[in-house]
């Protein structure tokens, strides 16, 4: 069947991310095994409750506080948590404005209350506006809806909350167990690996998507 739906992810997809950078940030303030409670694939508790919105900004740092053992300011945390957003290519925003002209888009990111004003801050410095939420018809961040990626029942509020159907939608992300979790939701899923290949390299000229529905 046709697609006529594309969600995208926001990190690694539109958004240059490097989770290393991260790692290393809280590694120089002495948390020696930060690696082994967060890394894309796997983290603690806390990581999902602060990305669900189930926690706030400042519990997150108490609670890393208390992981780590470190006194470590709340600036400090901060200037380390945000440290793996990189920037947004002009080339992808631009992207955007022509494929929402074939296809309903919408965004859905796992973020928080943290990364959000950060990464919201370089837009408006480097683009003059602030939300992404222009580019696409709905935007959906897990600290605002108390749902996050992989789990199945957020791709399912996508759909209905939009009158999609899963068989003509197609989600794109970085992350494969967030692949899966679309798939498990009968959504067509492209597994992006940025060092392999761009979003732009997914659609022609004119805006049309090239890859098979079912990759």
């Known amino acids: 069947m ?11 997809v539109l958004l240059n991310i490097d989770y290393e950078r991260t790692i290393e940030a809280f590694k120089k303030l002495g948390v020696k095994d930060f690696d082994s409670i967060f890394t894309q694939a ?74 959000y004003p950060a990464y919201s801050r370089a837009l408006e410095e480097k683009y003059g506006f602030a939300e992404l939420s222009s580019l696409f018809e709905k935007q959906y961040l897990s600290y605002r809806i108390g749902m996050r990626k992989p789990d199945r029942e957020v791709f399912e509020f996508v759909l209905s909350d939009n009158g999609i159907l899963p068989e003509e939608t197609l989600f794109i992300d970085d992350t494969l167990q ?38």
Do not use: C
């Open 2 to 12: 046709e697609i006529k739906n594309i969600v995208f992810d926001l990190g690694g």
């Open 42 to 115: 796997t983290q603690l508790k806390l990581f999902d409750s602060f990305d669900k919105g189930q926690i706030s900004a400042g519990e997150f740092r108490d609670g890393l506080r208390s992981i780590s053992g470190l006194p470590a300011t709340d600036q400090e945390i901060d200037n380390a948590w945000n440290a793996m957003l990189l920037d947004f290519p002009a080339t992808r925003l631009a992207l955007l404005e022509g494929v929402r002209k074939r296809y309903r888009i919408f965004l859905l990111s796992n973020t928080n209350a943290i990364h």
């Open 178 to 215: 967030h692949v899966h979790g679309a798939e498990a939701a009968g959504i067509h899923a492209f597994h992006l690996d940025p060092a392999k290949t761009g979003i732009e390299d997914l659609f022609t000229v004119g805006h049309r998507l090239i890859i098979p529905a079912g990759k």
